[in-house]
């Protein structure tokens, strides 16, 4: 435990104070339902409101689900500003002024849009110090947000 004059002194060096967080919840998705993302590509996502369009081709379950909202806050967006879509609903939604996602080896060369790809979350997850090449291209992307 910091006291006030421990914690003043140093937000005034610039030092986050890091506090362990409680088990969070996982990120509910506006757009579409994680198992919705993956039964079809019939149904039509409104991905105007979004800021950022993330592509996965996997399953979402409560683990990738809390990387993917961990990964959404570092770069300050929240759930409500993402559409998340797989492949084909993308494909069929294109929208080439907003930057994409793109999770895992998801094939979308011919798109334009300014593309910054990480590692699956599965992978991640599996390996964890993938998640540093993740957090690089976070960066970069939050320049652009």
């Known amino acids: 435990m910091l006291t006030n004059r421990q914690h003043s002194v ?3 060096i610039g030092i986050s104070v890091w506090q ?3 088990q969070a919840q996982p990120v509910a998705q506006k757009t579409v339902s994680s198992a919705s993302v993956f039964e079809s590509a019939e149904p039509v996502i ?3 409101d979004a800021m950022l369009s993330v592509i996965v ?3 979402l379950d409560d683990s990738k689900q809390l990387l993917l909202g961990a990964m959404l806050k ?3 967006l929240t759930s409500d500003q993402v559409a ?3 492949s084909q609903q993308f494909s069929a939604q294109s929208d080439s002024n907003k930057p ?3 999770l895992g080896d998801v094939p979308l060369s011919e798109i334009q849009a300014q593309k910054y790809r990480c590692p699956g979350l599965d992978e991640m997850l599996q390996q964890p110090q993938r998640k540093a090449n993740a957090w690089q291209t976070l ?3 939050k320049l652009v947000l």
Do not use: P
């Open 10 to 12: 140093l937000a005034d």
């Open 20 to 22: 362990r967080r409680q």
């Open 46 to 48: 409104n991905t105007a």
């Open 57 to 59: 081709d996997e399953a």
């Open 74 to 76: 570092a770069v300050g």
């Open 84 to 86: 998340t879509l797989n």
């Open 100 to 102: 994409l996602l793109i």
């Open 139 to 141: 960066q970069k992307l």
